[in-house]
């Protein structure tokens, strides 16, 4: 079974640039997770999908930050302009349903804003 | 915000010995998952304890519940270079999972 996909892994850019990254969760998990992660700490949640609904986005920037799951599968994070503050690993994980079970996480999007 | 503090924050050890690292919170938490995290990976799950008190073992890995919920401990007996990694402990509370921000284990040949 294939696990949850992400890309790009890399991706290095200058301030004030647009970014992208795309996940392919899990076939059949119907909750998808959105996190990002700092160097040496723990994943902090950025937006959580229920299907193609977005349950908790209480922690997403919304002035540059975008994200969108068209169709229930796929998702796409957008951040417009990137800062240098937002040099991170973006995770993209998904479940059955929900947090009763386990999250299968991708191996992240390292963003690099110089 | 209910938060998870995990302890200790760096351990390098030899390969052969024990270690415990502990996850602490003031919120009772529903359950609790740990997670080990290697170099350029996502997180991978390694258990969820449910019951207060409740002890899993999985090989060489022990991990116990806090009878009020709120704690947690795991424990690894006779480390090996392959346990080297970030381990997350996440706290489920309703409808949030609250992450540690973990413990970096280096295991020594």
């Known amino acids: 079974e294939a696990g949850v996909v992400q890309s790009p892994r890399y991706k290095i850019i200058e301030k004030k640039q647009p970014v992208a990254f795309w996940c392919n969760p899990i076939?059949?998990?119907?909750?998808l997770y959105w996190y990002l992660q700092n160097l040496g700490q723990g994943p902090e949640l950025l937006i959580r999908?229920?299907?193609?609904?977005?349950?908790?986005d209480s922690q997403l920037p919304k002035d540059r930050f975008s994200a969108e799951r068209l169709k229930g599968v796929d998702s796409t994070l957008k951040i417009q302009p990137a800062e240098l503050g937002d040099s991170a690993v973006y995770l993209c994980a998904s479940s059955l349903s929900g947090y009763t079970g386990e999250l299968f996480f991708g191996e992240g999007s390292r963003l690099t804003v110089l | 915000t209910q938060l998870l503090e995990q302890s200790p924050q760096f351990l390098s050890i030899q390969e052969g010995e024990n270690l415990t690292v502990y996850c602490n919170s003031s919120s009772v938490f529903s359950s609790l998952q740990w997670y080990r995290q290697e170099p350029g990976e996502g997180p991978v799950l390694l258990v969820t304890v449910v019951t207060g008190g409740e002890v899993k073992k999985l090989k060489r890995l022990t991990f116990q519940f806090g009878d009020a919920r709120k704690d947690s401990s795991l424990h690894i007996t006779a480390a090996q270079p392959g346990d080297t990694g970030l381990y997350l402990c996440a706290g489920v509370e309703g409808n949030k999972l609250v992450f540690g921000a973990g413990t970096i284990l280096r295991v020594k040949s």
């Open positions: 076939s059949g998990h119907n909750t």
């Open positions: 999908y229920e299907n193609e609904e977005a349950v908790d």
